[in-house]
């Protein structure tokens, strides 16, 4: 009953955990009204077609999966230490800077816990990817709004955005450095992209990008040919360093985002989860 509980979670609905777990739909129905009975609650929210957990469930989904984990290391005579594979995921800028960092100190501490990147890259599409449970964790930019109660977040970093202009220029002021550069605009199709381009609209009205690119890398190594100038999230410094490129400070109303770490309330217990995240802090905050 409770790795049905966990199906009907992860997949959405009662039909699609009957056909995860091998049985029929009113099999699946009978076991959670059972589960239900049992605990004294509700589980789910039928009020609407779509069928939602209710914060009991998550709970009790939760400590089934660290439960029926700990039974199966039982099995095998396992030790309880962290092993097994997580399906994790990050954003571009963060696979280039912190996240080699990161599956360096987890392959050091964890080395019978196998982590498998996902290819996505994308903070939008990673957070799909998680919710539909094709992963189990993701490094991304995190929703103004706070993101949705559905996951877990845990703050990592905040990165202020910045102007990058060339190392040649006499300016530091960004409205002259638009003017006689041009802009290169970070991709609008990401959600930094968008914060990006709505800055400059709102700060400078004048200014029309010259082109629009979604590497970061590739960002800089235009800058740093006099291209144009650019706005985006602050690159990581040996990246900067290589191309010489100038780092123009925007103030206090720059534009920010912030990185978090994501995961399914389902999973809250995730013991693999746990110690990727202790990783991450320390591998942002420089220690460790």
Known sequence: MLTTLQAI??????????????????????????????????????????VRPTQLALEVAGVAKDYSERLAALRTHATFSVSGVLRLGAITSIQTDVFPHILKRSLDAHPALQLRISPLNDSEDLLDAL??????????????????????????????????????????????????????????????????????????????SRMEMRSTDAIVSMVALGLGVSILPRPRAPLLDAYGVQVVALGDEAPYRQIALAWREADAAHRSIAAVLNIARSAFNGSG
């Open 131 to 208: 919710k539909a449970d094709r992963l189990d964790a993701v490094i991304v930019s995190r929703p103004d709004g706070g993101g949705t109660r559905r996951l877990q977040w845990a703050d990592l970093a905040r990165q202020d955005y910045v102007m990058i202009a060339p190392a040649a220029t006499a300016s530091l002021v960004p409205s002259a450095l638009l003017a006689d550069y041009g802009w290169i605009a970070y991709d609008t199709a990401l959600p930094g992209g968008r914060k990006a381009a709505q800055y400059v609209r709102r700060r400078f009205p004048a200014a029309r």
């Open 9 to 50: 979670i992860t997949q959405g609905s009662f039909v699609a955990a009957a056909q995860k777990v091998g049985c029929t739909p009113s099999a699946v129905t009978l076991q959670v009204r059972q589960l239900e009975k049992f605990f004294g609650r509700p589980l789910f929210d039928r009020s609407s077609r779509i």
